[in-house]
Each structure stands twice: as C-alpha cells, then as structure tokens.
C-alpha cells in the first residue's frame, strides 16, 4: 500500500509517546503479581517490553485469558505470559507460563509499572505550576504542586487540590470543588460540581450544565431552573465527551469507583452506585438509579425515574423502560431477560427464514 504523500515529510525518529521506566527482572514480576512461575525456573531474565501474543519477541511478556487466540498462543514467541492453570498445557515449550487465575488484571499491573504516565491525562504542556496565560479568580484557591495547562480558565471561589493536573483550555466554574490527584482533561467543562479525590475527567467532558427539564403546557415549553449539583466521589473516571447533567433539585451522584467511557450522557438526578461500569454511547435518562456494580453495554437507554438493582448487567443497545432486579441480566428493545430475549430472536430468525416455530412437545 502506498504511504500518504505527507508522510516522508514529516519526522518520524521516534513515534512513540510512552517510554517505559523499569526494565524489570521476571523475579520482580512474580513478587509485584503474586503469579506462579514453574519449579526451578530461571527468573533473571529482563523483560525489555510488554506485548500482545502475536507481536511478542523473546524479551518480552505477554498473557492469554480468551480462548478465541489459542492460535496465537501456540505460535508466540513470548519469554513469559500470564496464564490461568487450566490452560497452561498450552503454552509452547520456549515460553515460561506464569500461573495466575487473573491474566489480563495482573498484565494490567505490570503495565502501570512500568507506564505510570499512561494512567491518567498529563500536562500537554509540559508545565509545571500555573503556566501563563492561565486566567485564575482571586478568590480562587489552588493547593500546592498542581499543574495547570495554558488557557485554562478558574473562577471564583474554586478549590483544586494538591497534586491534580489541569489540561489546557479548560474552564472551571465558580465554587467548583476538585479534590487531590485528580487529572482533569484538555477542553473540559465543570460547573456546579464537587470533584472527589483521585478522579480522571478525559478531554471535552462537560459537567454540570443543566438539564433538560421543560414542563409543556399551552402554546411553549416551560424551562424548570436546575439548581442542584453534580457530585464525583473519590477515584470516579469519567470518559472524553462525556455529559453529566446537574442536579434540578436533588443532587446527580456518581458512585466511588465508577467508571464511564466516552459519550455517555448522564441526565439530572441521576444517581449512579459504586463500582459501575457504564460503555460508550449509553444514555440514563432523569431520576433514574443504578445500584452498585451494574454494567451497561454500548448504546443501551434508559428512560426516566427506574431502579436498576445492584449487579445488574444491560446488553448493548438494550432499551430499558421498566425496573431491573439486582444481579439481573436483560438485552433486547423493551428489555427482558437475557435468555427470553435470546429465545425471542431465535423465534424471529426462523420465522424470517420461512421455518414454522415448532410447537410445545414437537421437534423439529
């Protein structure tokens, strides 16, 4: 394939962003990983770089948790790869297996050592304290060894925490609370909102703008004032584009721990528990709760005012208009349990393909 004209113009001596600050021993990855290496095994070894199974060279350590790549596994050139012990068998001869009931977790460790800087958006300035250019209130207040990027603009009354990086062109609005060690995102907006400690907002979210609340009568649609909050407790991550409403009375609250991909809008008075996990391009309509632990896959709804149990999990472009039960499992447009709405697209399936559904005690 040819290279786009641009290309040989360009500089290309070193294209990658993130360098690695360890070379560490396979001993040193055991310890960090808890993992269990063969009886007698050599762990001297320096692993040079992490990489996926099919990329890996005989410096490197990689791991395997889905089945779907045992044709990678077997033809990988790994020094060591993370393994569960069920599948240890097939690890090729020349690659040290290093047992571990969760591969992919421990992998993830090891990557956050070694790539500390990948964890969470960085000065894109390379900046240390208030660049210039930076418009900071009087009255705002900004404790110490924080990073704000050029461009940025504080209002009054606004409180960032010590050690928390600010991207550039952002704008925090009056009163704004952001905690400790927090990194907040190129572009960004935040009004209305108390941030908690060890949060990652991801370029262009926008938070704390005001909901969509109109009550239609004769002739217009009348604006209702939101006039509560957004609250982001402690070690929250919160996606690029992301939009999470304010509250119109009470208060829109995403859990501790809670984790939301890229363009997800969160409606006012929303209230998200602990641990979620929430996909891009989901949509949580107003007053709607989820418990803690729930998982919502890409592009699924909600409408306004349900309950969604602790636990539960939503499928991928599920349209969810009535209450779910904790621990529950349910997909499909209106939303149902998982396997009825499997069994209802089988049924349609056949039917599309001019077959007779087979009647109850017949087969088929």
Not at 102 to 128: E, H, I, M
Not at 168 to 178: D, M, Q, Y
Not at 180 to 194: E, F, M, S, Y
Not at 265 to 289: D, K, P, W
Request: a neutral charge.
């Amino acid at each position: 394939m040819r290279r786009p004209h641009f290309y040989g113009r360009l500089s290309m001596s070193d294209p990658v962003f993130f360098h690695s600050t360890l070379r560490p021993t396979l001993a040193e990855i055991v310890a960090w990983t808890g993992a269990t290496a063969p009886h007698g095994a050599d762990l001297s070894a320096i692993v040079e770089s992490l990489a996926p199974l099919e990329e890996a060279s005989r410096a490197s350590l990689s791991f395997f948790d889905n089945p779907k790549y045992f044709e990678d596994l077997s033809a990988t050139r790994a020094m060591a790869c993370f393994i569960a012990p069920r599948f240890a068998a097939r690890v090729p001869g020349s690659t040290l297996a290093l047992l571990t009931e969760q591969p992919a977790r421990d992998f993830a460790r090891v990557l956050a050592k070694l790539y500390p800087d990948a964890l969470r958006p960085g000065s894109l300035f390379g900046s240390n304290g208030v660049s210039p250019g930076v418009s900071v209130h009087p009255d705002a207040r900004i404790e110490d060894d924080v990073i704000v990027d050029p461009g940025t603009v504080i209002g009054p009354y606004a409180e960032i925490g010590a050690n928390s990086i600010v991207g550039p062109n952002v704008v925090i609005g009056p009163n704004v609370k952001i905690g400790r060690n927090c990194a907040i995102g190129a572009g960004v907006r935040i009004a209305n909102a108390l941030i908690g400690n060890r949060v990652i907002v991801h370029a262009g979210a926008a938070i704390g703008q005001d909901g969509f609340g109109f009550v239609s009568g004769e002739g217009n649609h009348l604006k209702v004032p939101q006039v509560g909050r957004v609250i982001l407790q402690d070690d929250v991550e919160i996606g690029a584009n992301t939009t999470i409403d304010r509250g119109a009375l009470h208060d829109t609250v995403i859990g501790e721990g809670t984790k939301i991909d890229n363009l997800v809008q969160i409606a006012q008075n929303v209230r998200i528990g602990r641990h979620c996990l929430i996909v891009a391009q989901a949509g949580i309509s107003g007053s709607t709760e989820l418990g803690d632990f729930v998982t919502v896959g890409a592009q699924a709804g909600f409408a306004a005012h349900l309950e969604i149990g602790a636990g539960a999990q939503i499928a991928a472009q599920a349209g969810v208009i009535a209450d779910v039960p904790g621990g529950m499992q349910v997909g499909g447009t209106p939303a149902r349990a998982v396997r009825a709405w499997l069994r209802g697209e089988a049924m349609l399936d056949k039917l599309a393909k001019g077959k007779k559904p087979a009647r109850k005690g017949e087969t088929r």
